[in-house]
């Protein structure tokens, strides 16, 4: 963590302190006014360290630092393979992972934004609860140990193996885990935080809670739909895996999933603590970050209101505005006089940054319903994730919007603020219409709406959208614009669409002796062209 964002954290933990503690309900926390006072202290900075660390946000004070985290991990890498970002930039003489560079350089720097960083707020807290017996540092625990599998599925969905079943042994060299019994060990270890929060007080930490402000109940349900997500991303490769879990995260016992808008996980500015979208940096401060052409094809296509809530129109050429794109790989410089034309996110100092929203978990739940993994009608939930995401975009028309039958649209010269490009996205492409079929494989298109409306209602969570691009072969996306990108990840086919993941830096194999297993437990060599375990056999190519 920068020195200064360690100084305003202990800056605010010391406001705080000192703040009147009386209209704390002692009886619902079950703990005393000075226990609070010394717990927050205690466990106050690193869990909002931690919170901070998950998608990368930090105080306005920090200028660019968080805004350059973004860029590694969801801008300039994963939101522009999965075309919800253009880069607007000429990196050419600095190659970045924006152009498939996976170079040491970045790589250890991604490795930082998406594991170690964060290993060091959660084992402050991990370190001071593990032998306690208070049943409030067990409620504390579990609560950081829910930010944990979403920080680190972050980390295992770009790199794969990840140190996760011995993180927090003391080990100086820790071994590292297949992809596969990590998700196996969050899934148990979300299942055993729920089961402790569910006989928790109804609030923890409330002071330094950055998400929920201390309720008990919307993190349960927080975990319960991470759960999910994480159960449904398994079933094409562990079957009796998903269906456990996805048990657990359905049943309503266990305290529920996001149902609603007012559930969804999302951090920004608020009283607790002062924090500027990092998405600012790349957008205004250096005018890098444009509208990637895969969502505005599909925007357009389909007609999408929800493209006036996430870009701007820029000025053409002609003097009309409109919504032009950049395509992936761009490394064009951005004082071109095409560039000025892009359309650009729409995002502000106070606009949050989402972990997870209540459409997701309808989509979930649809594609297990699809795969009779769950009960449930996948139409039915397909539809009120549509419904949903327009709410949460704060437009209408859903329900007009789910008759249509019009695909995408291709991408040719003219569409983005390049030349001499194009990509061809109606072939084999859904329309939003759940009826509207193209061939006879029903399953297959259902899964492939499911995914496409997902994609659009993950906007701007760009990890997320790449991982599951990659694991189900949805929704197409386009082509890079650099003809030659798949080779510098060591694919073998030209019409490669994304990389499959980042590589560790030949550095690590240096420091860590038990590097030397990442390939075994990869299943292949470490490059960018080797999938990740959750990738189904029968994955589409476009």
Known sequence: MKIKNCILIIASLLAVSACDYEDINTSSTGVSDDELKQKGLMYGAPFMAMQQRVIPIGSPSLTTGPGNDLQNTDLISSGNYIGYFGNNNDWANNPLEATWYFTEKRMVYAYQNFYSTFFQSWIDIHDKVKDSELPSDHAIGA?????????????????????????????????????????????????????????????????????????????????????????????????????????????????????????????????????????????????????????WAYLKGYADDRMAKMFTQAEQTSGKLDYKCLPPTNNNSKTDSRAKTTSKPIVTDASPLYWMRA??????????????????????????????????????????????????????????AIYYYSSVLQTGNTSPKWDDYKTANQQEEQLQKIMTQKYLALFPNAVEAWTEYRRTGYPYVAKPADTQAYSRIGAEDPNTRTPERFRFAPSEYQTNPNMEEIPTLLGGPDQGATPLWWVRDNRPKQ
């Open 143 to 295: 609560l950081a140990d829910v930010v944990k599998v979403i920080a680190w599925s972050r980390a295992t969905d770009v790199f794969g193996p990840i140190a996760y079943t011995r993180a927090g042994q003391g080990e100086i060299s820790p071994k590292f885990d297949a992809q596969e019994d990590v998700y196996k060990a969050m899934l148990a270890d979300l299942a055993a935080a729920v089961e402790v929060l569910n006989h928790a007080p109804d609030q923890i930490l409330p002071l330094y809670d950055l998400i929920y402000g201390g309720n008990t109940a919307q993190w349960i349900k927080l975990a319960n739909s991470i759960m999910l997500r994480l159960a449904v991303r398994t079933h094409f490769k562990n079957e009796a895996l998903a269906r456990e879990y996805i048990e657990k995260a359905l049943n309503p016992a266990n305290g529920g999933v996001m149902e609603v808008v007012a559930d969804e996980a999302k951090i920004g500015d608020g009283p607790l603590m002062p924090l500027k979208n990092s998405m600012m940096a790349s957008v205004e401060e250096y005018g890098e970050t444009r509208m990637g052409a895969t969502i």
């Open 359 to 416: 459409s997701e978990v309808y989509f979930l739940r649809a594609e297990a319903a699809l795969y009779g993994l769950a009960a449930g009608d996948a139409k039915s939930l397909y539809e009120t994730g549509v419904r949903t995401s327009f709410e949460e975009f704060g437009v209408a028309g859903a329900d007009t919007y789910l008759q249509k039958t019009t695909l995408p649209v291709d991408i040719k010269n003219g569409n983005t």
